[in-house]
Nanobody, 127 residues
């Protein structure tokens, strides 16, 4: 069983920055990690993904502003968010998948790809 613990989000003004972290429990082994977000009344959407070789992918809406990274020694994934916009306001979730068997055939931004989820952390960007 993998537990994912996210850092506290926050509130910033437009143009500001925040960094989220997501730590996986102890010796948990995951093959892919992702960040998702969900705004009120909207579906959960993929924000960024990263594999164990640091290959990354981003949603078009955050390219050039957000950076996903990881520290495998700490079993932690980060999401650095710069140039934040009001439309980035959402609950942010980290996710992980523990086997390529589960991930196979599913896009990185398909929530069904992941079998572990964090509790969510709120990010609010004011104009």
């Amino acid at each position: 069983q993998v537990q994912l613990v996210e850092s506290v989000g926050g509130s910033v003004q437009a143009g500001g920055s925040l960094r989220l972290s997501c730590a996986a429990s102890g010796d948990a082994y995951t093959v892919y990690r992702g960040w998702f977000r969900q705004a009120p009344g909207k579906e959960r959407e993929g924000v960024a993904g990263i594999d164990r070789n640091d290959l990354t992918v981003y949603a078009d809406s955050v390219k050039g502003r957000f950076t996903i990274s990881q520290d495998n020694a700490k079993n932690t994934v980060y999401l650095q968010m710069n140039s934040l916009k009001p439309e980035d306001t959402a609950m942010y979730y980290c996710a992980a998948v523990s086997s390529w068997g589960r991930a196979y055939g599913r896009r990185w931004d398909d929530p069904m790809r992941y079998n572990y989820w964090g509790q969510g952390t709120q990010v609010t960007v004011s104009s």
